[in-house]
């Protein structure tokens, strides 16, 4: 979780995000204090969204379901839908996409290879890429076990190599860098 919220506590520098997620905004807020001592940026929105319903918790049958009602009501000229978890992407594109011409998606792609890899029959690969996931605490792998994982299966991509540089210089500096290629994205129409 701490990658996720610091990256887009510092996205809120210049840009206002909304998070939609089970936690309160004081628990973020509480999250980032505790953990680096930062302060939840003004423009980091936080969304509280229910994952129950008639006393039964789920995040698949509720949680989306309520992110796919708040997206749909949303009035923006521009919306981008980041997540990191692939059903909720493809639902949300399958369920949004005709309804403006402005929103675009973005996921992160390290679930999509071993998703991916799965699917294709290459066992090895997506076993290997998913025990590099935490998504209990929410982690991703370290820029060099993502590289390490590519190169033993000969994954060769420039625009991989760069999500994975950009991902990394974030990490070592808490600077996003090519800011304006998430101004374009958010611009784009």
Not at 128 to 140: A, P, T
Not at 149 to 159: I, K, P, T
Request: aromatic fraction near 10%.
């Amino acid at each position: 979780m701490l990658s996720i919220i610091q990256f887009l506590n510092t996205l809120a520098e210049i840009v206002t995000v909304e998070l939609l997620c089970l936690d309160s905004r004081e628990d973020i807020k509480d999250y980032l204090k505790n953990n680096l001592n930062v302060d939840l940026h003004s423009n980091l929105k936080v969304i509280t969204i229910s994952n129950k319903k008639f006393g039964i918790k789920s995040n698949k049958l509720f949680f989306i379901g309520n992110v796919l009602k708040y997206l749909k009501q949303y009035k923006s000229d521009k919306l981008v839908v980041y997540t990191r978890d692939f059903k909720q992407i493809r639902l949300a594109i399958k369920n949004l996409k005709g309804k403006t011409s402005n929103i675009k998606f973005v996921f992160e792609v390290h679930q999509i290879l071993s998703q991916n890899y799965c699917r294709e029959g290459e066992y090895k690969k997506a076993k290997e890429m998913k025990e590099l996931e935490d998504f209990g605490k929410w982690e991703m792998p370290s820029p060099n076990q993502i590289r390490s994982v590519l190169s033993r299966h000969s994954v060769q991509d420039e625009a991989v190599d760069g999500w994975v540089d950009d991902y990394e210089h974030y990490l070592n500096t808490n600077e996003i860098r090519r800011v304006d290629e998430f101004i374009k994205l958010r611009d784009r129409s």
